[in-house]
């Protein structure tokens, strides 16, 4: 087991396990988020087994991961927005799961992107990274007007709608 | 046995995701947990080396699979709020 082995199931075991649990419990409002946090680890994770196993075609597993998990998120805020509306997640806990894919993504990019050197390898690294960053903002941005829209609403028009 | 460490973490996540699967109750809930599943069972496939297979469970187990429940639950609880409707009616 070499160094970027190790870190990847560091990774697994304090990142993408709490991340996991937070997305399997809870109120919608927590799991939401907490599951487009568990997709940015998760594909980071990958990145660190590809070049831990030496094999630059396992990026392609990271590369269809950060495209997928944004939108599974996007995909449970369009039909759970009902419910992200009625309760809506606190502004500090999705700013602070936004500011952790923020930190991760460049934390595990930069030393990969330096062992592996400029190259066609290098070019894949940063556009996963640049998806990573464009999902874990864009789907911040769909839970927050999820939950603005459901204050413009107000609670009277959904409670009649539940009836 | 330091070697077989991440493989261990791996399957002890598909463990783990497998029964809280099974005993969640609520499917919008269970769906959550189920793409969980989909996510470490790739994880697995990985750390045994096998990226085209975990690419497939990627594509079924992240995105297809909860929206196929999610859909499921959505036209049903429609159909029951309609009918609830009409009998009032």
Redesign the interface.
């Known amino acids: ?1 070499n160094g970027w ?1 190790a870190a ?2 560091a990774l ?2 304090c990142g ?2 709490p991340a ?1 649990g937070c ?2 419990t809870g109120p ?1 409002r927590r ?1 939401v988020p907490a ?1 487009n946090l ?2 940015t680890f ?1 594909s980071l ?2 990145l660190l ?1 590809a070049q831990g ?1 030496h ?1 630059t ?2 990026t ?2 990271a590369l ?2 950060s495209v ?2 944004p ?2 998120t996007l ?2 805020v369009r ?2 927005a009902d419910e992200l509306a009625d309760r809506p997640p606190r502004p500090r806990v999705l700013r602070t799961v936004t500011t952790l894919s923020y930190l991760a993504v460049p934390a595990v990019l930069l030393p990969l992107c330096f062992i592996t050197g400029p190259g066609r390898a290098m070019g894949k690294l940063l556009v996963i990274g640049a998806l990573l960053v464009c999902g874990s903002w864009s789907a911040a941005r769909a839970v927050t007007a999820a939950a603005t829209a459901g204050h413009t609403i107000g609670a009277p028009v959904e409670g009649t709608d539940d009836g | 046995m330091a070697d077989d460490l991440p493989l261990l973490l791996g399957l002890l996540l598909v463990a783990a995701a497998g029964t809280g699967t099974v005993l969640v109750r609520d499917p919008v809930r269970q769906s959550f947990v189920m793409s969980l599943f989909g996510l470490a069972l790739a994880t697995l496939f990985l750390l045994l080396q096998a990226p085209d297979v975990a690419l497939s469970q990627l594509a079924v187990g992240s995105a297809l699979t909860p929206l196929m429940v999610l859909l499921s639950v959505r036209k049903v609880r429609r159909r029951a709020r309609g009918e609830r409707r009409e009998e009032r009616e």
């Open positions: 087991m082995i990847g199931a697994l075991a993408v396990a996991a997305a399997a919608v799991r599951q568990t997709s998760l994770v990958f087994l196993f094999r075609a396992y392609d597993t269809v991961l997928l998990g939108a599974g995909l449970y039909l759970l």
